[in-house]
C-alpha cells in the first residue's frame, strides 16, 4: 500500500510497510498514482499528453522514470507486501508479563475546576484520596518484582494534582532510588501539574529527580481562564505562567512540555501554542480534547477542518522557526525516520494494560489512567497483582491489525492501532476506533513527514 498527498510544494509518496518514504517531482507523482492499474505504453502515452506543454517531459524521460519506479519495487522501497499481519497478534505474548512503566495517582484530588477535566476534576468519578507512602512503595515492589530482566522503569506520578501530595512524592522517589543499585534498576520519573503548588522546592526536587515534567497550559490567558479555573471560578494563568517559566529556565530549558488542550472554543489551537513560544516555552504539545459529542467543549466536524489547517499552518511555521534558529518543538511533530520504533512497538502499541499500568491512591490496577474508575477495566491490585487475567489478554489483543478499519489504513505502523482508551470511550469497544482521533492523528503524520522531507531537502 502506498499513501501520496501534496504538502506545502512537496509531492510525498509513502510505502507503507517498508516506511520509506519519496519526495518526487509532479510527473513521478503522476506515474506512481497510475502504476499499478495501467501498462508501462497507457503511462506514457497519458503523461505526454497531460504535459504536453512542457518540453522536459519526453518518452524517454517517463521510460527512465518508470524504471527507476521498478528498481524501487524490486528493492521493497515501493508497493512492498505486508508481511507484518501473521506476526501483530503474537509479538505481545512473547514479552510475557513483563511491567515497564506505572502511573502513580498520588492524588484524586485537585485543586482546580477545569470544566473538561475527564477525571472529574481528579476524582475519576469516585472518592477524593491521596495515595499513602505504604501504597505507593508497594506499587514500587510490584513494578519491580513485575519488570522482569528490564533495567529502566518509568513511573509517572499523576493526579489529579500530584503535588497535593508532595510529600509522598519524595518520600517514594526517595525509595526507588534506595534500592535501584540492589535490584539493578534505574527509575525515570515523570510529574505532570497544574502548576499551582509550584514553589522553590518543588523546582529543585523536580530539577534534581525528574527525567520530565509535564506543565499544563492551554495556551492564550483567554482561552486558558475560560476553562482551568479554580474552585472560586477564579482563572489561573497568572498565577502559574511565572512559576512555569521559572522551573524551565532552572532545568535549563530541557526535559519538559507545556501541555494544553484545545476544544470548541479555540480549534484555531496555533495561537495558544505560538502564544506559549512568545512566553519562552520550547517545548510543546496541544491534545484535542476527548469528550462526549454533547459536551460544549467537543470538537465539531467543522472544527476538525479548522484544526487539519492549523497543523499544516503549525508544519510551515515550524520550518521557518527553524531556519532562522528559533526551533520549537512540537511533540506530534517528532517522528525518527530511521531510528525510530522498533516493529514490534509499531505493531503492538503503547502496552496499556500490559506493559503499562495505572495505580489508583487505593492500590487498585487499571489499564491506564484513562480507564481508572471503571470497575469493569480493573485489573487487580498491588498486593496481588494481575487477577483480572481475561482482561489483561484482551489489551494484549490490541494491536494495529486488531481492528477491520486499520487494516487499510496507511498510517496504522504510525500509530499501531491507536488509544485504547479513546476507542472505548467512543465505540464502547477497546478495538473499536475514534473516528476523530483518526482523522487528525493522520493528518499529524502527514505534516511531520512533509517536515522531514523539507529537511532533507535543507529547507
Not at 497478534?89 to 512473547?94: D, I
Not at 505562567?241 to 494544553?260: A, D, S, T, W
Request: net charge negative; charged share 25%; proline share 3%.
Amino acid at each position: 500500500m502506498i499513501h501520496q498527498y501534496q504538502l506545502n510544494g512537496y509531492n510525498i509518496v509513502l510505502d507503507t510497510c517498508s516506511g520509506s518514504i519519496h519526495a518526487v517531482d509532479e510527473v513521478a507523482y503522476d506515474i506512481i498514482a497510475m502504476y499499478p492499474d495501467f501498462s508501462r505504453e497507457e503511462i506514457i502515452a497519458r503523461m505526454l499528453e497531460k504535459y504536453s506543454g512542457r518540453q522536459d517531459v519526453t518518452a524517454a524521460d517517463l521510460e527512465q522514470c518508470l524504471d527507476d519506479i521498478e528498481t524501487l519495487i524490486k528493492e521493497g522501497k515501493l508497493f512492498s507486501q505486508d508481511t507484518y499481519a501473521d506476526m501483530a497478534g503474537t509479538l505481545k505474548e512473547r514479552s510475557g508479563d513483563v511491567v515497564k512503566a506505572l502511573c502513580l495517582h498520588v492524588a484524586h484530588t485537585c485543586n482546580l475546576n477545569c470544566s473538561y477535566c475527564f477525571a472529574s476534576q481528579g476524582r475519576f468519578s469516585g472518592e477524593r484520596g491521596l495515595m499513602s507512602f505504604e501504597v505507593g512503595k508497594q506499587a514500587l515492589d510490584f513494578l519491580i518484582a513485575s519488570s522482569g530482566k528490564r533495567h529502566n522503569l518509568e513511573v509517572d506520578f499523576f493526579g489529579g494534582e500530584p503535588l497535593m501530595n508532595f510529600d509522598v512524592v519524595k518520600k517514594l522517589t526517595a525509595y526507588a532510588r534506595s534500592i535501584e543499585k540492589e535490584k539493578g534498576k534505574n527509575f525515570r520519573f515523570t510529574l505532570t501539574t497544574n502548576g499551582m503548588l509550584i514553589d522553590d522546592d518543588v523546582i529543585d526536587f523536580c530539577n534534581r529527580e525528574m527525567s520530565n515534567v509535564v506543565l499544563s497550559l492551554d495556551g492564550r490567558k483567554e482561552i486558558h481562564d475560560a476553562l482551568r479555573v479554580d474552585y472560586a471560578g477564579n482563572g489561573s494563568y497568572d498565577r502559574i505562567v511565572p512559576k512555569f517559566q521559572k522551573l524551565v529556565k532552572e532545568r535549563g530549558n530541557v526535559h519538559y512540555y507545556m501541555r494544553g488542550t484545545f476544544t470548541h472554543r479555540n480549534p484555531d489551537f496555533t495561537k495558544d501554542l505560538f502564544h506559549m513560544a512568545d512566553l519562552g516555552f520550547t517545548e510543546l504539545s496541544m491534545e484535542p480534547v476527548v469528550c462526549s459529542p454533547s459536551d460544549p467543549a467537543a470538537l465539531t466536524q467543522e472544527d476538525i477542518e479548522i484544526v487539519k489547517e492549523q497543523y499544516e499552518l503549525l508544519a510551515v511555521d515550524m520550518l521557518r522557526r527553524k531556519r532562522e534558529g528559533h526551533p520549537i518543538t512540537f511533540y506530534h511533530y517528532m517522528l525518527d525516520l530511521e531510528g525510530g520504533p522498533c516493529i514490534y512497538k509499531r505493531l503492538s502499541g503503547c502496552g496499556s494494560g500490559t506493559e503499562y499500568m495505572a495505580v489508583t491512591p487505593w492500590g487498585d490496577l487499571y489499564p491506564c489512567h484513562q480507564f481508572v474508575g471503571d470497575e469493569a477495566y480493573k485489573l487487580g491490585n498491588v498486593w496481588d497483582g494481575v487477577t483480572n487475567t481475561e482482561l489483561r489478554e484482551a489489551f494484549r489483543s490490541c494491536n494495529a491489525y486488531a481492528r477491520e478499519e486499520c487494516r487499510d489504513c496507511w498510517a496504522r505502523l504510525y500509530c499501531s492501532g491507536g488509544c485504547a482508551a479513546n476507542a472505548y470511550h467512543a465505540s464502547g469497544d477497546i478495538r473499536g476506533i475514534y473516528k476523530p482521533g483518526c482523522e487528525l492523528f493522520r493528518k499529524r503524520i502527514e505534516c511531520a513527514i512533509m517536515m522531514k522531507a523539507a529537511e532533507a531537502f535543507g529547507e
